[in-house]
């Protein structure tokens, strides 16, 4: 089992940056990936960023490039996202989420997912 618990939401205004973090527990060794996924009101869970716990390899969404970086301290067993030039359309409660299971690539669907977070709420102001 992986326990994992998101930190750093808040309400900012646009243009503003926040860190989020994921802290990671339990089974640790034996994670795969991790990914970022968000959830807006009224709308689908819709994934965000991943990076394998080992390795360099990361994957964005197309609508985030540029301005998120996914990163992570195995020292910590700790995700982080980066958020620069928030826009209102970024509030959405940011969910982290770990998988075991060794794919060819990142996994992007949230059911590629066995482990989540309860979320941390992100508000940006217009």
């Known amino acids: 089992q992986v326990q994992l618990v998101e930190s750093g939401g808040g309400l900012v205004e646009a243009g503003g940056s926040l860190r989020l973090s994921c802290a990671a527990s339990?089974?640790?060794?034996?994670?795969?990936?991790m990914g970022w996924f968000r959830q807006a009101p009224g709308k689908e869970r819709e994934f965000v960023a991943a990076?394998?716990?080992?390795?360099?390899?990361?994957y964005y969404a197309d609508s985030v490039k540029g301005r998120f970086a996914i990163s992570r301290d195995n020292a910590k067993n700790t995700v982080y996202l980066q958020i620069n030039s928030l826009k209102p359309e970024d509030t959405a409660v940011y969910y982290c989420?770990?998988?075991?299971?060794?794919?060819?690539?990142?996994?992007?669907?949230?059911?590629?997912?066995?482990?989540w977070g309860q979320g941390t709420q992100v508000t940006v102001s217009s």
């Open positions: 339990g089974r640790t060794f034996s994670v795969y990936a």
């Open positions: 989420a770990a998988t075991l299971q060794v794919v060819a690539r990142l996994p992007t669907k949230h059911n590629e997912y066995s482990y």
């Open positions: 990076i394998r716990w080992r390795g360099d390899s990361t």
